[in-house]
C-alpha cells in the first residue's frame, strides 16, 4: 500500500495562493488508477475537491473550485499537487490526498484506499 504525506498548507488572505504537495512512499502513482484531492472541516464529511486520472485522461474538479485549483503531478517525483489560486475563506479546511485502484465514482472518498494525514489551510477574509 501507498503512504501519502500532504504539505503546503498555512494560513493564507483572501485572494492569496497556496500549493499543496502530496508525496508518495511504498508503492508509485502509476499502481493506482484515480488520485484525488479531498477536504474536511469540523462536523462535515470529507467533500471532494479534484481528482486526476492518467489511465483514462481524467481531470475534475468540484464546482466549487474550478477555474480557481488545478490538479498535477510529477511522476519523477512521484507527487502529487494541488494549486490553488483566488482563494476564499469558505475554503477553509483540512486538506487530503487519496489513491484509489478504482475510477468509477471518484468523488466518493470511500472509493480510495490510501489517504493522507492531511494538511491544514486557513483563509482570512
Known amino acids: 500500500q501507498v503512504q501519502l504525506a500532504e504539505s503546503g498548507g498555512g494560513l493564507v488572505q483572501a485572494g492569496g495562493s497556496l500549493r499543496l504537495s502530496c508525496a508518495a512512499s511504498?508503492?508509485?502513482?502509476?499502481?493506482?488508477?484515480?488520485m484525488g484531492w479531498f477536504r474536511q472541516t469540523p462536523g462535515k464529511e470529507r467533500e471532494f475537491v479534484a481528482a486526476?486520472?492518467?489511465?483514462?485522461?481524467?481531470?475534475d474538479y468540484a464546482d466549487s473550485v474550478k477555474g480557481r485549483f488545478t490538479i498535477s503531478r510529477d511522476n519523477a517525483r512521484n507527487t502529487l499537487y494541488l494549486q490553488m489560486n483566488s482563494l476564499k475563506p469558505e475554503d477553509t479546511a483540512v486538506y487530503y490526498c487519496?489513491?484509489?485502484?478504482?475510477?468509477?465514482?471518484?468523488?466518493?472518498?470511500?472509493?480510495?484506499?490510501?489517504w493522507g494525514q492531511g494538511t491544514q489551510v486557513t483563509v482570512s477574509s
Open positions: 486526476f486520472s492518467w489511465v483514462v485522461r481524467l481531470t
Open positions: 511504498g508503492r508509485t502513482f502509476s499502481y493506482y488508477d484515480m
Open positions: 487519496a489513491a484509489s485502484r478504482v475510477r468509477t465514482d471518484y468523488k466518493e472518498s470511500k472509493r480510495y484506499d490510501s
